[in-house]
């Protein structure tokens, strides 16, 4: 599993994951995952996110898909994170590639 920053009980960001990084994830006692790294980004070179919430879905773990764009996180993109944060089951890893973007989503959605 890739190193996690864990924000509170409830939030963690990490960086890229893999499908192998999921069953660590939910070992973890993670209960979510939320994407917010667009599928195309880096010309789609990290694993698409239909593939990770397949298998996020095969272990019992719920996913979301927030794509935000580095450098542009608006109020509609913080709106939108907090919506889908509150309907998620806690504890929660948000990714996308450093784990920067799911950290600003977060604390910004507080």
Same mark, same amino acid.
């Given at each position: 599993?890739?190193?996690?920053?864990?924000?509170?009980?409830? %939030?963690?960001?990490?960086?890229?994951?893999?499908?192998?990084?999921?069953?660590?994830?939910?070992?973890? #006692?993670?209960? &979510?995952?939320?994407?917010?790294?667009?599928? &195309?980004?880096?010309? #789609?070179?990290?694993?698409?996110?239909?593939?990770?919430?397949?298998?996020?879905?095969?272990? #019992?773990?719920? %996913?979301?898909?927030?794509?935000?764009?580095? #450098?542009?996180?608006?109020?509609?993109?913080?709106?939108?994170?907090?919506?889908?944060?509150?309907?998620?089951?806690?504890?929660?890893?948000?990714?996308?590639?450093l784990g920067i973007r799911s950290k600003i989503l977060y604390e910004r959605s507080r």
């Open positions: 599993m890739k190193p996690l920053t864990t924000l509170d009980a409830n %939030f963690s960001t990490s960086p890229q994951i893999n499908t192998e990084d999921l069953p660590d994830i939910k070992a973890a #006692g993670f209960k &979510s995952v939320i994407c917010n790294r667009p599928d &195309s980004e880096d010309g #789609g070179a990290h694993p698409d996110h239909h593939l990770l919430e397949e298998t996020a879905k095969k272990l #019992g773990l719920e %996913f979301a898909y927030l794509p935000v764009v580095p #450098g542009q996180i608006n109020d509609t993109n913080v709106a939108d994170f907090k919506t889908i944060i509150a309907k998620l089951p806690a504890p929660t890893v948000g990714y996308c590639r």
